[in-house]
């Protein structure tokens, strides 16, 4: 049993936490200065990005801290909770240069929406740690909350808050049925530490009774770790979210909450519910294939609605969905191996999913639409932003030598390498997901490169700050196909779970 920490050690360990937390209490006081000034959108901006630049760095001293849990238990230390606090930092980051250069956030606004950007940063970054039932509840509310109100954040779009209502009620039922089976885990094993419960869990193993008890309030807690990510079937809410939502916030969606959920579910699952060796499940629980099985659910599903869309913000929220199913494969393994998968794999999504809502933005902006149309003759009318959409369409397919190829090689060897008959099929479902999605994708691309722009439409005035910030995440999205090794030795760095006691 690891020693007590005292109240200023586990401060210091909070660190991260406590600056995100004076960031956000900063920008609301300056925006409130600030009030109708010119610089307002420049000052916030910098103050925003500063506060998530001094949290990055307030994580290297604890990332050399050893593996241990404080704040009475509830909240886990350890390389993989110190990777998700990173890898949501700079998700915030990026996050927060999409709102600074987008038209669809009013300047006056900009303030309330960079302090909810930094409070859900600090939401995901406490979910991807934390080890007590009720502070998983508390994290993913934290991340839900904000999200709510960034999706309805225009006012008077009858689009955005259409989505914001529906995001709202499918979160509240979803939140509803995982409270209910945290009951139920909590009434048979009388602990709310995750810790703990891996104990209980592992006792109950040769008692049926309290095994399928145990199944089916885990299967009730999925709810609300399945909703975040947008799996089936609690993604219905996704693509009217996604599209109502305003673009910069839709493209952090698509990758921050949806990272946190995979970290709350490897947390969760893999402390326990996995045997020290990560060889299966305990408890007889049946786990890895019911996630196996969701897996090829959702992005069979995501996929073939993916193929009847023409506005191309709903498409890439299907996609989204889509690519939920692609690192559920690895989860469904129930090793360190698909662990290590997903942890590539999400770095790699980050810069070719955020690389092309960056692209939509830029047309948005420029001509009001994000309907399939508004990219015909893009690749005259827009060269660069063209180009990079298709980078990081053929990046999302797994074409290579770009980086979603390496994310899906490693996906599809380790499915492989775990062998049997139900892997080997789950493996075949993802190929054909694959090969299947190369074709919505290649609409997009065959509307700008290969089809004649509408009658006198003039070029496109795209920002210098969107051409920028496009070529920063088409070169790791192209570097990244051919030399991906340390991102790959960092996810093998970053596998260790906390397991004490």
């Known amino acids: 049993m690891p020693a007590q920490l005292t109240s200023m050690s586990s401060l210091s360990l909070f660190a991260p936490e406590l600056v995100l937390s004076g960031a956000m209490a900063v920008l609301l006081v300056v925006d409130l200065l600030l009030r109708e000034s010119p610089s307002k959108r420049r000052v916030l901006g910098v103050l925003a990005i500063g506060g998530l630049l001094l949290a990055g760095l307030a994580l290297r001293p604890v990332a050399c801290e050893a593996p241990t849990t404080f704040f009475s238990g509830m909240i886990a230390l350890d390389p993989m909770a110190v990777f998700f606090k990173g890898f949501f930092v700079l998700v915030g980051i990026l996050g927060v240069l999409l709102a600074l250069i987008s038209a669809e956030l009013e300047t006056v606004r900009i ?141 952090f969606l698509s990758v921050g909450p949806k990272a946190a959920g995979f970290a709350i579910l490897v947390r969760f699952f893999h402390v326990a519910f996995v045997d020290r060796s990560g060889a299966g499940a305990a408890a007889g629980l049946p786990w890895p294939v019911i996630f196996g099985i969701i897996s090829m659910s959702t992005m069979t599903l995501a996929n073939l609605v993916a193929l009847t869309q023409t506005n191309v913000k709903r498409l890439l929220a299907w996609s989204s969905v889509a690519h939920a199913g692609y690192i559920l ?51 005259s009318r827009s060269p660069a932003v063209a180009i990079s959409m298709a980078v990081f369409l053929f990046s999302l397919t797994g074409l290579p030598p770009l980086a979603g190829f390496i994310g899906k090689f490693y996906i599809f060897a380790a499915v492989l390498n775990e062998g049997g008959l139900f892997y080997y099929a789950l493996a075949l479902v993802g190929v054909v997901n694959s090969v299947v999605s190369l074709y919505y994708y290649a609409l997009v691309v065959r509307a700008m490169f290969l089809e004649s722009a509408p009658a006198q439409s003039p070029r496109l005035a795209v920002s210098p700050a969107y051409v920028a910030l496009l070529f920063t995440l088409v070169i790791p999205t192209v570097v990244l196909g051919i030399y991906w090794q340390p991102l790959s030795e960092l996810a093998s760095a970053s596998l260790g779970l906390y397991i004490g006691r």
């Open 329 to 379: 494969m690895g989860f469904s393994l129930a090793n360190s191996q698909g662990v290590h998968a997903i942890l590539l794999y999400l770095i790699l999504y980050l810069v070719m999913n955020l690389g092309a809502f960056l692209a939509v933005m830029a047309v948005r902006d420029a001509t009001g639409s994000e309907d399939l149309s508004a990219y015909r003759g893009l690749s």
């Open 111 to 251: 303030g309330e929406y960079l302090a909810l950007i930094l409070s859900l940063v600090l939401g995901m970054s406490l979910l991807a740690s934390a080890s007590n039932l009720l502070m998983i509840y508390l994290s993913l509310e934290l991340v839900s909350i904000p999200s709510y109100v960034l999706a309805g954040f225009r006012k008077g779009d009858r689009q955005g808050s259409e989505g914001a209502l529906k995001y709202v009620i499918y979160g509240a039922v979803a939140s509803g049925i995982m409270l209910f089976g945290m009951s139920l885990i909590y009434g048979l094993s009388g602990t709310l530490d995750v810790q703990d419960l891996r104990r209980v869990v592992f006792a109950a193993a040769s008692n049926p009774a309290i095994s399928a008890a145990l199944l089916v309030g885990l299967m009730l807690t999925l709810a609300g770790f399945l909703y975040k990510i947008a799996a089936v079937p609690f993604h219905m809410w996704c693509p009217d979210v996604y599209q109502g939502a305003p673009t910069p916030f839709t493209a």
